[in-house]
C-alpha cells in the first residue's frame, strides 16, 4: 500500500479546506468520513441559517453566491458538495475512524470495520457535532428523546420538551411555537444563556412574557418518561412534572475524545482540549494535526467554520516546508 501524504479525517467544511490546500499543494490526499459529506451540516434543522455570513464561510477561493446574506442548510450542503467536486478531492464516506498509530515515520490509520490506510501526514477535523452531551439520565434513550433537532411539522399539538438555553434551543422553541406546539424550555441557570444570537432575545423573552413558550428555569431534568419529563429545582429542591410527548435534549455536542486519545493525542484533563501548537496545530505527536471545532474542547463556541476554515492553510504551510499563514483571530461576536 502506497501511503498518501495526507490522510484527513472528517468531511466537514474544515476537513475539505484542509484537502483542497492538500490538491493545491500537490499532495496525494484522502479524506475519511464517518457519515456523508459534510453529515454535520445534513444533521443541522432543515430551515436552519447560518449566524456567519456566506462569504465567512467559503473555502477554496470559490464564492458562495446567494440572494440572502446568510447561507441556508441546503444552500451549504450544496456549495460544499460542489466545492468538493470542483477540485476532485479524494474521499471514502462511511468510514468512521477507531484510531491512528504512527510506527517508522508512517501512520496507519484504521476504521471501525477493519480498513487500514497508510499516510506521511494525518490532519484531524472531526468536529464535534456527532458527539452530544448526554444529562446521562433516565429516559434519556428513550425513542421520543432526540439531541438534534429537525423541523417543526411532526410535532404540531403537541407538548415538547426543550432541555438547554442556548441558540440551538431557543431557535427550536420558537420554530416549534409558530407551528402550534405546546414548549417548555427547562434550563438549569436563570435565564437565557448570554451567547443567544441577539436578535432572538427579543423575540424569545416577549412569547415567554405572553406565555406562547413556558420556561423552567434554575432547574434540571432528572428523569424522562414516556409522556413527562421530571425537573428539580436547583435552588429550592422542588420537583415539577412537565408533559412530553417528545423531549430534545440540545445542550451542546463535544469533540470525541476519545478517538483524539488513541490517536497519541495529550488532552487537557478539564476542558479537553487538545496539546497542539498555535500557529502549525501540529499536536504532541509529529506529522499529526488538528483542525477546525475539534481543536475547541469543551468550548465549542470559540471556533466556528469562519475560522476553523483557515487553520487548513497554516496546516498544509508546515507540511510544505513553507512560512506558515496566520490564521486571523475570530472579531467578538455581539
Not at 502506497?2 to 484527513?8: A, E, F, G, M, R
Not at 466537514?12 to 464517518?34: D, F, N, Q, R, V
Not at 470525541?256 to 484533563?269: M, W
Amino acid at each position: 500500500m502506497q501511503p498518501y501524504d495526507v490522510i484527513i479525517v472528517g468531511g466537514g467544511p474544515c476537513g475539505l479546506a484542509a484537502g483542497i490546500e492538500a490538491t493545491k499543494a500537490g499532495l496525494s490526499h484522502l479524506i475519511l468520513e464517518m457519515g456523508s459529506l459534510t453529515e454535520s451540516i445534513r444533521q443541522y434543522p432543515r430551515r436552519m441559517r447560518f449566524f456567519s455570513t456566506a462569504e465567512n464561510i467559503e473555502i477554496g477561493g470559490l464564492p458562495f453566491a446567494i440572494s440572502d446574506v446568510k447561507a441556508g442548510r441546503n444552500e451549504a450542503l450544496q456549495y460544499y458538495r460542489k466545492a468538493a467536486a470542483y477540485y476532485h478531492l479524494n474521499f471514502k464516506l462511511f468510514q468512521q475512524v477507531w484510531e491512528v498509530h504512527k510506527e517508522g515515520g508512517i501512520f496507519t490509520v484504521t476504521t471501525t470495520t477493519g480498513e487500514r490506510y497508510q499516510a506521511h501526514k494525518v490532519i484531524m477535523a472531526t468536529g464535534y457535532f456527532t458527539r452530544p452531551r448526554w444529562l446521562n439520565i433516565p429516559g434519556e434513550n428513550l425513542p421520543h428523546v432526540s439531541h438534534y433537532y429537525d423541523e417543526p411539522f411532526k410535532y404540531s399539538f403537541t407538548n415538547v420538551v426543550i432541555v438547554g438555553a442556548s441558540n440551538s434551543a431557543v431557535e427550536a422553541a420558537l420554530e416549534l411555537y409558530r407551528h402550534d406546539v405546546n414548549v417548555t424550555i427547562v434550563h438549569r441557570g436563570e435565564d437565557f444563556r448570554s451567547t443567544v444570537k441577539y436578535w432572538l432575545v427579543p423575540d424569545v423573552k416577549n412569547r415567554v412574557k405572553e406565555g406562547r413558550i413556558k420556561t423552567v428555569f434554575d432547574s434540571c431534568v432528572t428523569q424522562i418518561e414516556e409522556h413527562q419529563v421530571t425537573a428539580v429545582n436547583v435552588k429550592t429542591g422542588e420537583e415539577t412534572s412537565i408533559p412530553a410527548d417528545f423531549v430534545f435534549v440540545l445542550t451542546g455536542y463535544i469533540p470525541d475524545a476519545d478517538l483524539l486519545r488513541r490517536c497519541g493525542i495529550e488532552l487537557n484533563a478539564e476542558t479537553q482540549v487538545p496539546f497542539y501548537d498555535k500557529e502549525t496545530f501540529e499536536t504532541n505527536v509529529t506529522g499529526l494535526y488538528v483542525c477546525g471545532t475539534v481543536l475547541a474542547g469543551i468550548y465549542t463556541e470559540k471556533v466556528f467554520i469562519e475560522n476553523g476554515r483557515e487553520h487548513a492553510q497554516s496546516i498544509i504551510d508546515h507540511i510544505m516546508g513553507r512560512e506558515v499563514h496566520k490564521v486571523a483571530e475570530l472579531i467578538q461576536r455581539i
